[in-house]
């Protein structure tokens, strides 16, 4: 409950109807990042939608006044700068920007090429970096703004064979916008990280999901067992994503957006799990970790 008397709820319904603001997501010409914009859009906002084909953003959403479609490979730091300033000749400005675009590369460590590992690198831990890197001017410069990373609860926790690429990605993607929110905070800018777990995207289809080649034996079996599950899911996941999107364009709108959001039960189980593990981390070799200090 606010001073007037309103509760949050409330205060969002108020600032999403009344502040029309500039959103630039990536990776929206298809999965969470199609939702994402529906949602924005809805809300009455403007939205610069990218894909590495802007083509691919019309199919799906159509045409609309409020939306610019532009080609964007967040792989590419000088594309993600002309992105900007497509952004800034259309609308003047840019609000919230979501680093959405992701990819997945899976299998384990051993059977997975160096190649391909950098691969994953390179598009969910330095796309953000380089959209992040071409939209803070303008952000500084308005002294306000949002930067929303779309995360994973693997950076948060990693049950499971198949992620240690993905994983180191969304780790580093984690640490990228916790230290970035204490520089940019006296400029008036928010950092948000969202962590969903399962949620019924295309996560998990062939056109995301690229697997390791399997070339050891003593990996065989369990990588059968997990391709194969994993191609059961896919489709099946508990998880809306035109609610996540909802509730994204929600918590964009407070004064205070959360530094973390964890998107779905699953990843609040996930956060709680990690929280008790680390707690007991701590306290297990307590006395050894405060002793290690010089004794002048």
């Not at 071409?134 to 949002?146: E, F, I």
């Not at 799990?273 to 004794?295: G, N, P, T, V, Y």
């Amino acid at each position: 409950m606010s001073w007037d008397g309103s509760t949050e709820l409330e205060q969002v319904e108020t600032a999403t109807q009344t502040e029309k603001k500039v959103w630039f997501i990536t990776g929206a010409g298809r999965g969470l990042g199609v939702h994402i914009a529906k949602a924005a859009l809805a809300a009455g906002h403007a939205v610069v939608a990218t894909a590495r084909k802007a083509d691919s953003v019309t199919r799906t959403l159509g045409k609309h006044g409020d939306l610019l479609p532009v080609d964007l490979d967040v792989t590419d730091p000088a594309a993600a700068a002309a992105a900007v300033s497509s952004t800034l000749a259309r609308f003047g400005r840019l609000d919230v920007l979501v680093n959405n675009a992701g990819s997945f590369h899976a299998g384990f460590f051993e059977e997975m090429t160096a190649e391909h590992f950098r691969s994953q690198i390179e598009t969910t831990l330095f796309g953000p970096v380089n959209v992040t890197r071409a939209a803070l001017p303008q952000l500084r410069a308005q002294r306000s703004g949002l930067v929303m990373t779309i995360s994973s609860t693997a950076g948060i926790a990693v049950a499971g064979d198949f992620l240690t690429a993905y994983a180191a990605s969304k780790f580093g993607v984690e640490g990228f916008m916790e230290g970035l929110a204490h520089e940019v905070a006296p400029f008036g800018i928010r950092t948000m990280l969202v962590e969903p777990g399962f949620f019924r995207t295309e996560l998990l289809s062939p056109q995301s999901t690229q697997y390791a080649e399997p070339s050891i034996e003593d990996y065989a079996e369990r990588t059968t067992a997990t391709v194969q599950a994993w191609q059961r899911m896919d489709g099946k996941q508990v998880g809306d994503p035109a609610k996540l999107a909802d509730a994204l364009v929600q918590l964009a709108a407070l004064e205070e957006p959360p530094v973390r959001f964890a998107a779905g039960a699953d990843a609040v189980d996930t956060f709680q799990q990690k929280a008790r593990a680390l707690l007991a981390q701590a306290a297990a070799h307590r006395e050894l970790s405060i002793s290690l200090a010089h004794d002048d």
